[in-house]
């Protein structure tokens, strides 16, 4: 993906509910050397009744596994798991491109609880 690519097509309201993006704290974060660019094993915990889920992202230019440890970020949840590497990836951690490309993190302003779904 680009960061200057035009809008998406348009889409109706019921296609966005269709994409669950909810809160979750990361509780682990381990570097993934088998990923082919550098990136970090996470592990999300979204409540119930979600759970814990695992997560690959390379968001390894603006953070260190220790710091990403209690950070509350947005992934969708509903997406098939995909694997990466030897790891199923179970959710799709969201971020923003900088002006340089690398990932910046989307999460809440505000600690809120984990779960809580984006509307």
């Known amino acids: 993906m680009t960061a200057n690519k035009g809008p ?3 889409i109706g309201f019921d296609d966005f509910m269709k994409v669950d993006i909810r809160v979750g ?8 050397p088998e990923a082919r660019k550098p990136a970090f094993r996470l592990t999300i915990d979204f409540g119930a009744p979600i ?3 695992k997560s690959s992202a390379q968001i390894t230019a603006h953070y260190g596994a220790e710091a990403l440890i209690g950070r509350q ?11 990466i590497g030897p790891m199923m990836s179970e959710v799709l951690t969201l971020g923003v ?3 340089a490309g ?8 505000h600690n809120v609880p ?4 984006m509307f």
């Not at 704290?25 to 993934?32: L, Q, R």
């Not at 992934?75 to 098939?80: E, I, M, T």
């Open 114 to 117: 984990d779960g809580g779904r």
């Open 8 to 10: 998406a097509p348009e």
């Open 73 to 83: 970020v947005l992934a969708v949840v509903n997406f098939p798991p995909r694997q």
């Open 51 to 53: 759970g814990r889920k």
């Open 25 to 32: 704290t990361i509780v682990e974060a381990a570097p993934f």
């Open 97 to 99: 491109p900088d002006a």
């Open 102 to 109: 690398e990932v910046v993190l989307l999460g809440p302003g």
